[in-house]
């Protein structure tokens, strides 16, 4: 009877060849999701280069996280970033200076600082997003409609089973009660 051999020459057990087959596929799947997440990050760095070479993706992606949130405190930033919140702090106060965030303290309690966007942050967030979009869009046109419709529910099956690993800056926030409707007011209720 004939042995059959796995690419390393060896005899695989009766059990290894389901549980081979689906750490080949897992690893399969890891590698094409890290390919991709790599050209979402060059989507980004572009989009971000055509509209404002002077920034960093992590300062992008504070700003995109206030476009998301609203005004949040400088902890819910950082923890948001996974950021420690003097790094928090001192990105902040880089975007500060370029006129892209606002910072106030809250006047019921002197240790908080309430965080938004100004007007050019908002503005900013929009034409780099609106880039993003674009180009993704295009990237997309690209595949053939039957490899469009099984993408779809691919992403949103991946992005649920990431369950509390998913970032949802906005949901993080809420949950962290970091939203602060009116950054001057701590006693007015948060958004629903």
Do not use: W
Request: net charge neutral; charged share 25%; with cysteine.
């Amino acid at each position: 009877m004939a042995q059959h051999h796995d690419d390393r020459g060896r005899t695989p057990s009766r059990a290894r060849p389901a549980r081979h087959g689906l750490d080949h596929e897992a690893e399969e799947l890891s590698i094409a999701v890290m390919t991709a997440s790599r050209l979402f990050v060059a989507i980004s760095a572009r989009a971000l280069a055509r509209t404002d070479d002077s920034l960093t993706l992590p300062q992008l992606r504070a700003l995109v996280v206030l476009d998301t949130c609203g005004p949040v405190k400088l902890v819910t930033l950082a923890a948001t970033l996974g950021v420690n919140p003097s790094t928090a702090l001192r990105m902040v106060g880089r975007l500060e200076a370029l006129d892209l965030v606002d910072r106030r303290t809250n006047p019921a309690n002197r240790r908080e600082v309430a965080l938004s966007l100004t007007p050019a942050g908002h503005d900013l967030v929009g034409r780099v997003l609106t880039h993003r979009r674009a180009e993704i869009r295009t990237l997309v046109r690209r595949l053939p409609a039957a490899q469009r419709a099984v993408l779809v529910p691919a992403l949103h099956a991946l992005t649920a089973a990431a369950g509390e690993l998913a970032v949802d800056a906005h949901d993080d926030a809420r949950a962290d009660r970091g939203i602060v409707d009116d950054p001057l007011d701590p006693a007015a209720p948060p958004e629903p």
